[in-house]
């Protein structure tokens, strides 16, 4: 952001106001705008999702767990998932279980020391109390 800043000849919070379209006291020109969104084209930059979830507190990614991947019944169900997900921005991470016990436990782990904003499991041996 700071190269972006330097490369727009603004300030950093001018970059974050921008590109996060928040509203502000201060409005910022559409001249402005242009040249932090050029700014940002030319230096490829993308914006930091863990910074940016830490302030919003969301992460926009729906994490799910599928018994069998390799399962064609649950090809469209994924497919389904990630299509909703994608039209509401959100990302989707999709782990495998392969009806194991351990691994449904380790996708609960997992998913437990990094948050996301929703979980859709289709769980083989984990109970309602173990998931809750």
């Not at 509203?23 to 490829?44: C, F, H, M, R």
């Not at 767990?65 to 999709?94: K, W």
Request: glycine share 4%; aromatic share 6%; hydrophobic share 40%.
């Amino acid at each position: 952001m700071q190269d972006v800043a330097r490369l727009a000849g603004v300030s950093q919070s001018t970059v974050s106001r921008v590109l996060s379209k928040s509203v502000s006291v201060v409005p910022i020109s559409k001249d402005t705008t242009d040249k932090v969104l050029l700014a940002v084209e030319q230096l490829g930059y993308y914006p930091n999702l863990t910074a940016s979830s830490l302030r919003q507190q969301r992460t926009f990614m729906v994490a799910v767990l599928i018994a069998d991947i390799a399962n064609a019944f649950y090809h469209s169900i994924t497919r389904g998932i990630q299509d909703v997900a994608n039209q509401h921005g959100y990302d989707v991470l999709i782990a495998n279980s392969d009806h194991l016990y351990e691994n449904e436990k380790h996708f609960c782990r997992a998913i437990m020391r990094r948050p996301v904003d929703g979980i859709i499991m289709v769980p083989y041996h984990l109970t309602t109390e173990e998931i809750d």
